[in-house]
């Protein structure tokens, strides 16, 4: 059995840090929720300890998760040398050689191992990179972005389904949901006006969803100001799409939207609307290396003859 290949380290770096920015969201939400509390003075001091060790608890297993990803980042392998150059010698005994009319044989014979040496490192080198090529070949199979590929297109065959791919412009939770729309039958909707819709959604649900939003750098929690500026972003620029906005979709176009991915169960927001307006998404973390993506999804297209 071959050696398992290990992830690259950057496409594994950026499922941590995405993986910690989860946990975060996670853990403020949590610490809101105990603030909240109503307890005497005595409780309160242990609600405080109990959170300051949660928070620190997370940091440092962050901190001993990314020191780890660092120590495991490969070496490149140094590349294979090449054969040396004939020595000046042995070209000066070919020389002489050639000028002796005495001896037509000989330079015949030293011409034929100077060719043999060359027809050797030309062979070395061919073997060298159909060998590159392999490896290659082999890390491009068990690549996580291959492998979560795989795994989400087996979980959409069971259903009957392919995926749907739209462009990686920022815009691709937009375009996938106006796909899924049109293809149902319930509505086409521009960009500008679903990035509207989802904006306004948010900002009228301000305190319910304020506690589920942090801050990208600090895991903190968004201030009023970062707030405004954060439906801002989805309203008016590319800003990429997440679990808020989806919410804020499912919730305004009154469609549960179900998000399939390859590790873990797949997640529904607005499971409380109709089932038969259901729109059913993909995610990816590892398509792109700018980050995570979102595309459509689609029957599988019934042949002709099929069903008779």
């Not at 950057?10 to 929720?33: F, N, P």
């Not at 590929?149 to 691709?172: E, Q």
Request: negative net charge.
């Amino acid at each position: 059995m071959s050696d398992p290949q290990l992830p690259e380290p950057e496409t594994d770096r950026e499922e941590v840090m995405a993986r910690h920015r989860k946990e975060k969201k996670e853990l403020q939400c949590k610490i809101q929720s105990m603030k909240k509390l109503k307890v005497d003075k005595k409780r309160k001091k242990e609600i405080q300890e109990e959170i300051a060790n949660l928070e620190q608890e997370i940091e440092q297993r962050h901190a001993e998760e990314l020191n780890r990803l660092n120590l495991t980042d490969a070496p490149e392998q140094p590349a294979a040398q090449e054969l040396p150059p004939s020595t000046p010698a042995t070209n000066g005994e070919e020389a002489n050689e050639e000028s002796n009319p005495e001896k037509p044989e000989k330079p015949e014979t030293r011409l034929s191992k100077a060719q043999r040496r060359r027809d050797k490192k030309a062979q070395d080198n061919r073997e060298r990179e159909e060998q590159i090529k392999q490896e290659s070949a082999l890390l491009q199979k068990s690549s996580p972005r291959v492998l979560e590929d795989n795994r989400i297109n087996g979980l959409l065959l069971k259903r009957g389904m392919l995926s749907h791919a739209v462009p990686a412009d920022g815009d691709c939770l937009y375009t996938a949901i106006n796909h899924q729309l049109v293809q149902r039958g319930i509505g086409s909707y521009s960009v500008p006006e679903l990035r509207r819709m989802t904006a306004d959604y948010i900002e009228a649900n301000r305190d319910t969803l304020i506690c589920y939003m942090s801050h990208p750098d600090t895991g903190e929690m968004l201030s009023e100001p970062e707030f405004d500026k954060y439906c801002k972003q989805v309203r008016s620029t590319k800003a990429w799409g997440g679990e808020i906005e989806i919410k804020a979709l499912a919730s305004s176009l009154r469609c549960p939207i179900e998000v399939i991915q390859a590790e873990g169960p797949s997640t529904v927001h607005g499971e409380g609307e109709s089932a038969d307006r259901k729109l059913v998404l993909t995610y990816h973390r590892f398509m792109y290396r700018l980050g995570e993506h979102y595309n459509s999804t689609k029957p599988i297209p019934v042949q002709d003859g099929e069903g008779e």
